[in-house]
């Protein structure tokens, strides 16, 4: 059983949404504040967060950075609109997904299951690149002998672009095998974690070693 912490302010919206997501086999446990949501990560960590924007005190931004900040535990944002500043605030916070609201339980549930099984999905086997380490078994990454902490979306991208190395990844194929989601107008999903990948593995995020932009078609990971 899956345990999920969903922090959300509207009671009508949690209890519906925590109803639907018990009767799929998860244990959700509701906070209704970013305090409390804090409060409940820290007394026991979930294997998943969903967390919506707009709370009162601590906004969700605020909680997902410090939900990012201890540790992998994935995170998934609700919010109450489809805008560019709510979306790609939280994906630069560091949230794996984004479920606009109203979020029907179904769609829900389905993100739920696919971030989750980027923790698990992997090749048995080593992958070494230029000071980059890559353990599929163990689910590590260093670079130059130095561990790099990556939340399960990044480490699921660096797993999928480091299988074929020269390979180009058009944003539509990563989006179906790393988020499992078929509507190319969440590329920006794509784009800010090539971001913050970057930022965690190269050198210098401006000019990528491991993580190649082809310009007009997608990303590959190394030179060809």
Avoid at 150 to 161: A, G, N, Q, W, Y
Avoid at 183 to 195: A, I, K
């Amino acid at each position: 059983m899956v345990s999920i912490l969903l922090v959300e302010d509207d009671p009508l919206v949690s209890r519906g949404l925590q109803l639907a997501l018990t009767r799929r086999g998860h244990d959700v446990r509701v906070a209704e504040t970013g305090e409390e949501g804090l409060a409940a990560f820290r007394a026991s960590a979930p294997d998943l967060v969903v967390l919506d924007v707009m709370l009162p005190g601590v906004d969700g931004f605020e909680v997902c950075r410090q939900v990012r900040a201890a540790g992998q535990v994935p995170v998934i944002m609700l919010t109450a609109r489809g805008d560019d500043f709510d979306i790609v605030t939280g994906l630069a916070v560091g949230a794996d997904d984004y479920v606009v609201k109203p979020a029907q339980p179904m769609v829900l549930d389905a993100r739920i299951r696919a971030v989750l099984r980027r923790t698990t999905s992997a090749d048995e086997d080593v992958r070494v690149h230029d000071g980059l380490r890559i353990d599929t078994a163990a689910l590590t990454v260093t670079v130059r002998g130095e561990l790099v902490q990556l939340t399960p979306t990044e480490l699921r991208l660096l797993l999928t672009l480091s299988r074929a190395p020269g390979r180009v990844f058009t944003r539509a194929q990563l989006l179906e095998e790393v988020w499992e989601h078929d509507y190319l107008g969440d590329s920006r999903l794509v784009d800010n974690c090539v971001q913050r990948l970057r930022a965690k593995i190269e050198t210098d995020p401006a000019t990528p070693v491991y993580i190649q932009t082809a310009r007009g078609f997608g990303y590959r990971f190394g030179p060809l």
